[in-house]
């Protein structure tokens, strides 16, 4: 015999009178993982598409609109480019990828072009040079932070690796070109391409996108900056920012950091993912508050009942010589394991509703999180143990004579 | 074990009630006393002051030399379970565990190995003869059986003193010698013996009576 046993027994034996509290518990702990579970699904896919459409905050000139900036992205102004350094080296949270350019126009075989500037990592795999690099931190977790999630969106994988094998290797005496730069020109892979009086070679062509990049012509930034005799400027840096610090702020805190300079965002997308995952997080936060009040609730009145209805066992076991911390201890094991076999029975359950419901009601694949276990076990032990804490102590205090009626 | 001046009153519906007034004692080691009176005499209130499980309003109450209500409650609760055994009038086995488990009950809360439990719970079971209930619920058990259970149980540390409530109040009487019997033989290996009884050939088993009335102590017979 021993504590567990004991406990192990006499749950088993009332095994109906607990079914309530179980099942309150266990349904609460289901509805928040399974919503947990969409809502980081949902989060991922809405980031990836996030990034596909590239960046959401602009840092421009002055004097230029974003609608300028979108339809050739070609001004006079610029702005030095220690700007990039001082975005990099603040504190501002949420910046995921910067990619700052200078673009020039061009004119070839008497066809206008866009020559821009880039840092080849910073146009595509920026976030990596600056986390690499270690001067920029950023949240783990952001709508621009996309981890690989298996079975979610994922964008074509040829143009991926084209992309960043070539970018990896962008020299001052490369360049990449736009798919109709190549048609027009009748340039492919491998040709030299004379650009403003220096001739580059042609790395890659870039596959069909339908914006102004297939007419663009991209090559070092400081190449750029050297033909255009502009010196270090840029006119434009790219970022993907993390949703929740754009509706925090962040505009507002870069163009405190570079007060010459115009920091526009494209809203429309950025609320609808905020709005959405405000939702999903107000949702998960309404079920938790409903799990605490209902499922503590009901193991709180379930362990008072069975308190009342043990008085003579507590009794028994006080005159056998158990001491009050024996007591309580029998009745916190219980809502330990309560709230073990809530926590785990829960997120079984949630995983399973989640992969279930999520394609039809989000529209996305969702796979089991196995972190969210730990959440489930956590909360559910938590709230059994909270719960239990006051009829247990009251079993402790309880007076044995007053149990013991007969004698 | 002693009792000096003790009395104890408490309020019941708004009205002062003393179960045991001046009462002082002193019970001998190896002793076999059987404690009589009309029902309220306070018999269970001496039983429950003896067994360091009620505490006195005024006097105090000495085991082995020691203030028993100058512990802690949980000093206490350790004193009892190594020198005092309770027998009950409705055995108070835990209706959910086997008759093993029962008596194991003690020698868990002494924290000994549960090998050395099953072992020792098993012989006490076999002298009370049980030894083949052992996996038996108290349900599925006779009430007498039920009865000897408790007294195995009771056995189970090894007690100086065993507390009986009415013992056989709720047993046949050939189920009730077996079980004085017991008792008896308990009080022969030295252990002393403290019963509340309304049954005179109960008591008569006994090396001394007192009788309670009104919450004094009178001795009656040897």
Redesign the interface.
Known sequence: ???R??VW??M???KNQLATSFLAILLGIAVVVSIKNITFYSEKAVARQLDALGANVLVLPKSVSLEDYYSADMQNDEFPEEYVQRLALSDLQGLDNLSPKLSVPVKLKDRGFTLTGILPKSEFQAKAMWAGAGIFSRPAEGCGTVADVPGAFRPEAKETLVRQRVIEDLSDAEVLIGADVAAILGTKEGDGLDVLGRTFTVTAVLPQTGTVDDSRIFAHLHAVQELAGKGPVINAIEIVGCCKEISGGLVQKINKLLPDAKVVTVTQVVDTQVKTNGMMARLSLIFLAIIVLVGGASIANYMYANVFERR??I????????????ILKMFLLKALLLGLAGGIGGYVLGTVLAVALGPRLAGIPVLPMPVLVLWAIGISVAIALAASYLPARRAARLD??AT?Q?? | MRLEAVSKSYLHRGRMVTALDDASLEIAAGDFVAVVGPSGSGK?TL??VL?G??SPSTGQVFLNGRSLYDLS??AR??M???KIG?V???F?L????TAL?NV???????GLD?AI?EQRATALLERVGLGDRLDHKPPELSIGQQQRVALA?VLA?DPEIILA??PTGNLDPETGQQILDLLAEMNREGRTVVMVTHDPRAAARAKRTLRLQAGRITPTTN
């Open positions: 015999m021993h504590l046993k004991l027994r006499e088993f034996e009332r003579r066992e009794g028994t076991l006080m005159a056998l010589g158990a001491g009050s911390a024996v044995p004579c013991l007969e004698m | 269970s039983l429950l067994g499980m009620l409650p949980n609760a350790d009892r379970r190594k309770f009950f009038q409705t108070n835990v209706p959910y565990l488990e194991q009950i003690p020698l868990f809360l002494a549960e439990q149980r540390n409530d009415e």
